[in-house]
């Protein structure tokens, strides 16, 4: 399949930060991996002048969803601390690029990238109507952000290669892809898209 890329399309990279990583405080299994074929989806985008959105954990140090705090991942993604800082590989656009924080309460934590952040608003006010997802966790916030998009009306594309998971149950990426693909999302590789 071809899938033409224009004007009413996003790319939106989903939690690249050191703490998401292999080195990271919750790694996610060969997540750096990724990095090469990401960078090749944002040059695509990029070279189109389309928007590119990097969504990212930015909790406070007492955030809701770590241990001690009610929650059951150890502290990672702490604001402006190096956990939370991308992958230094990840090739940031200078321009149309948006960045996305989510969880930046300590109440409130957010598996989607649309959950309590302008992504929403900031896509409709760009006409855009077709998102194109990858990033980790696929099992976690590529997941539910690939559902939100479709819940509120967006196309929804996987980039199917350029996802990592982390399968705290084995399968779980497995299953995650194939409730994202039921729903609704249509997976994609970098060389499908023009
Ligand atoms: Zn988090």
């Not at 990592?164 to 149950?169: A, E, I, L, M």
Request: aromatic share 10%; hydrophobic share 40%; charged share 25%.
């Amino acid at each position: 399949m071809k899938v033409k890329i224009g004007y009413r399309d996003a790319l939106i990279v989903v939690d690249m930060q050191n703490d998401f990583m292999p080195w990271g405080a919750l790694p996610v299994p060969e997540g750096d991996r990724i990095v090469p074929r990401l960078n090749e989806y944002i040059e695509l985008f990029e070279r189109k002048s389309l928007p590119v959105f990097f969504t990212r954990d930015w909790h406070p140090e007492n955030h809701i969803s770590f241990k001690g705090h009610g929650g059951v991942w150890p502290p990672h993604c702490v604001q402006n601390t190096e956990g939370a800082m991308f992958h230094k590989d990840l090739k940031m656009p200078l321009d149309n690029k948006f960045i996305i924080s989510k969880g930046t309460s300590p109440d409130f934590d957010a598996y989607s990238g649309f959950q309590g952040t302008p992504l929403d608003s900031l896509l409709r006010e760009r006409g855009i109507r077709r998102v194109f997802i990858g990033g980790v966790a696929t099992d976690y916030c590529v997941k539910n952000t690939v559902l939100g998009a479709i819940n509120l009306g967006y196309e929804a594309f996987l980039l199917l290669d350029g996802i990592k998971g982390v399968d705290v149950n084995p399968g779980d990426s497995e299953r995650a892809i194939q409730l994202m693909l039921d729903m609704g999302a249509v997976g994609v590789e970098v060389k499908e898209l023009t």
